[in-house]
């Protein structure tokens, strides 16, 4: 085997996608749109390193990222959404079989891309009404050729000599992935540009240097091997995926060798996250954030009070009552938003009551205090109970009995609101 030029190009793209989809899963989002763009960007990667190695080309394979991104395209539609939940299911139960038949029959896959250009429609249907957020245009350009390059892929039309449409594929689900870190990162008030660009030179340094062996070992030699094909897409993997994960490696290596320090363990994967958060925390100005923006932020913080590194890279970081703080600790600054946010949702507390309510009066301060103030989860399918105090244990079944997960994501965004407000008349 000779050093072509498409034989650069995908080993170009796989290395790129490997890292993107990495970062994204390394990232550890909350949000189920960012990991399933991540698997879906990930598994194409896997595709490319087979068709590199042995030089056939798994359309099968390549229809993994379209599924994946049929279900990420799902979870942006709003969670108020009635149907939302239903089509999420049907996503779910579906994508299996449809894979499956497609490895059977070409023409399945059919299926999944009328899901795709589906998504189109629910991307522009969903997409923000406010000025104040970044346009889904791009992203819906980028979904639409992703879905054309997807079908002219899969589909055994042959239109297009298929060594052209790999790479084409590979491009759309770049831009479609770093189009979702951006939004990612927008919908989270972070920065992102320096936090990205470390970790894909950190990545492609250690990559290339591990490269550089096999590609000297070929040289000597003038020609492609096999063994040397698969241990130059192994020792780039691997460069790759150790840099990108490095927080979890560390991690699991501190499990290992510190079991019987957990409170050192606990203290040192504080201090790695909060040094990977970092760079991600914006310089926006509160003051200067519209009243849209800024309760979206504090929603957000809200949702991670119980995240010291998470809250961290918010931008109420940069609050006055933060930032007079005269300690440089990015921590201590951690626990004094946390102790702002906390207060102020123990303000919604009906006044001159104690204990625990039911009342209307009671639900904004109950659909905080207890979700991310004590750390309830209402809905979770195993909660051991005798662990709760008996307050707790009240709050939960009461949640459970009485109040829908949609009204309470409702009331959270109330409550949200009010504290914002409140926080903007204190600046």
């Known amino acids: 085997m000779d050093i072509v030029p498409s034989f650069i190009a995908n080993l170009f793209f796989f290395g790129f996608t490997l890292w993107l989809g990495a970062y994204l899963l390394a990232h550890n989002s909350p949000k189920m749109t960012v990991r399933l763009t991540g698997w879906g960007v990930l598994f194409y990667a896997i595709a ?37 939940q239903s089509g999420i299911r049907i996503w779910m139960l579906t994508a299996i079989p449809i894979f499956i038949l ?32 970044p346009s889904y245009a791009l992203l819906v350009v980028i979904a639409l050729f992703f879905s054309l390059s997807t079908g002219l892929l899969v589909l055994p039309l042959n239109w297009f000599p298929r060594s052209w449409m790999i790479p084409a594929l590979g491009l759309d689900l770049i831009l479609l ?3 979702i870190t951006l939004w990612d990162a927008f919908d989270e008030g972070e920065s992102i540009r320096s936090h990205i660009l470390r970790s894909l030179v950190s990545s492609w340094y250690y990559a290339g240097a591990l490269a550089m062996f096999v590609v000297l070992a070929i040289a000597l030699d003038g ?13 780039i993997a691997f460069g790759i995926l150790t840099q990108t994960f490095s927080d979890s490696i560390q991690s699991v290596l501190d499990r290992l060798t510190l079991s019987r320090e957990s409170a050192v363990n606990d203290q040192r994967e504080i201090l790695r996250q909060t040094a990977d958060a970092l760079p991600r925390l914006s310089s926006l100005d509160p003051a200067a954030m519209d009243e849209e923006t800024f309760t979206r932020l504090t929603r957000r913080a ?7 590194p998470k809250l961290s890279a918010s931008p109420l970081m940069n609050l006055p009552a933060i930032v007079s703080i005269s300690s440089a600790n990015p921590l201590d600054r951690s626990h004094a938003l946390k102790a702002l946010l906390t207060q102020s949702v123990q303000r919604l507390k009906p006044q001159g009551k104690d204990g625990f309510g039911t009342t209307d009066e009671w639900r904004y301060y109950n659909s905080l205090y207890f979700p991310y103030v004590l750390g309830l989860k209402p809905y979770a399918r195993r909660t051991d109970k005798a662990s709760l105090g008996e307050t707790s244990r009240q709050a939960l079944e009461w949640f459970q009995a009485s109040v ?4 309470l994501h409702n009331w959270q965004n109330i409550a949200a609101k009010l504290i914002a407000d409140e926080l903007r008349a204190r600046m």
């Open 48 to 84: 490319l390193a087979l068709k590199i190695i042995w030089g056939e080309q798994p359309n099968g394979l390549l229809l993994l990222p379209a599924l994946f991104w049929v279900g990420a395209a799902l979870y942006l539609v709003p969670e108020e959404t009635a149907w939302r």
């Open 102 to 133: 497609t490895l059977l029959n070409a023409w399945f896959s059919l299926i999944a891309v009328l899901a795709l250009f589906a998504c189109l429609v629910l991307i522009v249907k969903f997409k923000p009404q406010s000025q104040g957020k």
């Open 177 to 179: 992935g770093i189009a």
């Open 223 to 235: 020609q492609i091997t096999l063994g040397k094909l698969i241990a130059l897409v192994c020792v």
């Open 302 to 308: 809200i949702s991670n009070l119980g995240d010291l």
């Open 404 to 407: 829908p997960e949609r009204t």
